[in-house]
């Protein structure tokens, strides 16, 4: 931790506010309902990370509209993008979780080290304000932010989007099964449209229906 730590733009006059935000649930001390826990400090770092992101494209994008604005917004602040970014800071490795966790690959999940990227974000918050958290965004999605000149769109809005401009109504996302273990859940869904279908999976229901999405504009020849 004490070497993540140094890779931070921000030093902690709190020191704990840090552990705590990487601190998983299952390390948790389960006599004070797990509010040791990195989960209320994610509640706050997504609302932080919306706020500063949203600052951000306004200021850089001066030109376009609220609805350009919106999908490089949801693109930016998802999931996906926030594990992707945890991955490539390694924080997986600093998380703590115990060791049979660590050993059924907990830290590896991309939707646990994307909750404690926001978790580090509302620590920074609190210790230091809108400044420190600043600081972490704009070095870690500079090049994000520049991948494209034109909004981004997530598999299931251009799946919605070429299903409605041909009459055809809206996709449908089913909930097939899901399988594994509490700490490693295996959701698969299936997208239905246009009278075609696939299934995907993903490591929560979200994750699976934009893989899902992603599979059937392929099999709908669409991408």
Not at 72 to 86: C, F, I, K
């Amino acid at each position: 931790m004490a070497s993540f730590a140094a890779t931070l733009p921000h030093r902690f006059a709190r020191p704990g506010l840090l552990v705590e935000a990487l601190t998983h649930r299952s390390s948790a001390d389960p006599n004070r309902q797990q509010l040791d826990s990195n989960e209320r400090l994610e509640f706050l770092g997504d609302r932080v990370l919306a706020l500063i992101m949203a600052e951000w494209l306004a200021e850089r994008f001066p030109q376009e509209r609220e609805g350009a604005l919106g999908k490089r917004l949801g693109a930016l602040v998802s999931a996906e993008t926030l594990g992707r970014v945890a991955e490539g800071m390694g924080l997986g490795a600093a998380l703590r979780v115990p060791p049979g966790e660590q050993r059924a690959g907990v830290m590896a999940r991309q939707s646990v080290v994307a909750d404690a990227l926001e978790a580090l974000l509302g620590a920074l918050y609190v210790d230091g304000g809108l400044d420190a958290a600043r600081a972490l965004i704009r070095r870690e999605w500079e090049s994000l932010l520049e991948v494209s000149s034109r909004p981004p769109s997530s598999p299931k809005s251009r799946l919605q989007e070429w299903t409605l401009g041909r009459a055809l109504g809206l996709p449908e996302y089913v909930l097939v099964s899901t399988s594994g273990p509490p700490h490693a859940p295996v959701f698969r869904v299936r997208a239905v449209a246009a009278g075609r279908e696939a299934e995907a999976v993903g490591d929560n229901k979200r994750a699976a229906e934009q893989a899902a999405a992603e599979q059937l504009l392929q099999v709908l020849g669409a991408v």
